[in-house]
């Protein structure tokens, strides 16, 4: 099956730095990318969805000036988690879907454990 | 308003019996399922899903059968295997006039196999 890099699998920051995460198609193009959180012992929440050469979708609730997207090539998509606070610690996971048909057999990152201290 | 409710937060049965996972929807428009299999500080891994257009779908030790009235779908692994501990999620996506909706996932449960 398609394969999808995320990198780094983990970070620990300080408060009020950047992490930049990044999400790669390694063996397809991606015309679209979806950022994903997950909080301890919650469901996978959509974040935004990322669109190579235009704006990113952010779900109701993200801050999009908080979590920068830039999705510049068909194979990468990158988060970044501006002056990241604490309460920002979670699991950021990205997928691809694999086909036209959008949210199918979608491929997933191996994730990101950020934490903020 | 959760979508996809997976009501059971965790699951133990013994290695060689079945496994059933169950699932259920609120949104009608979903015409998409799936079940993917995640481990601690992974990213999810697809198993198996199923178009609305039918009611199984069958691979191998899986099975995801779906029952469109009563927006509810099952995942049965048989037999299980210790291996198979891991948390499943249930997710569901819908084709609407501009694409697919993303996936919404269930809050998944976590399935112990007990050698």
């Known amino acids: 099956g398609a394969v999808v890099s995320q990198h780094p699998s983990w970070v620990i920051c300080k408060s009020g730095t950047s992490v930049k995460i990044e999400c790669r198609s390694l063996d397809f193009q991606a015309t679209t990318m979806f950022w994903y959180r997950q909080f301890p012992k919650q469901s996978l929440m959509l974040m935004a969805t990322s669109n190579e050469g235009s704006k990113a979708t952010y779900e109701q609730g993200v801050e999009k000036d908080k979590f920068l997207i830039n999705h510049a090539s068909l194979t990468l998509s990158t988060l970044t988690v501006t002056s990241a606070h604490p309460e920002d610690s979670s699991f950021y996971i990205c997928s691809a879907p694999d086909s036209d048909r959008v949210g199918t057999e979608a491929f997933f990152g191996q994730g990101t454990r950020l934490t903020v201290v | 308003d959760q979508q996809v409710k997976q009501n059971s937060p965790s699951l133990s049965v013994q290695e060689g019996r079945i496994s059933i996972l169950n699932c259920d929807y609120t949104?009608?428009?979903?015409?998409?399922f799936l079940w993917y299999k995640k481990y601690p500080a992974e990213g999810p891994t697809f198993l198996i899903s199923?178009?609305?257009?039918?009611d199984k779908n069958e691979d191998g030790r899986f099975t995801v059968f779906l029952n469109k009235s009563a927006k509810h779908l099952s995942l049965h692994i048989v037999p299980s295997q210790p291996g198979d501990s891991a948390v499943y999620f249930c997710?569901?996506?819908?084709?609407?006039?501009?694409?697919?909706?993303?996936?919404?996932f269930g809050k998944g449960t976590r399935l112990s196999v007990i050698a």
């Open positions: 949104n009608s428009m979903f015409d998409y």
């Open positions: 997710a569901a996506s819908a084709m609407t006039d501009s694409g697919n909706t993303p996936l919404v």
């Open positions: 199923i178009s609305s257009i039918k």
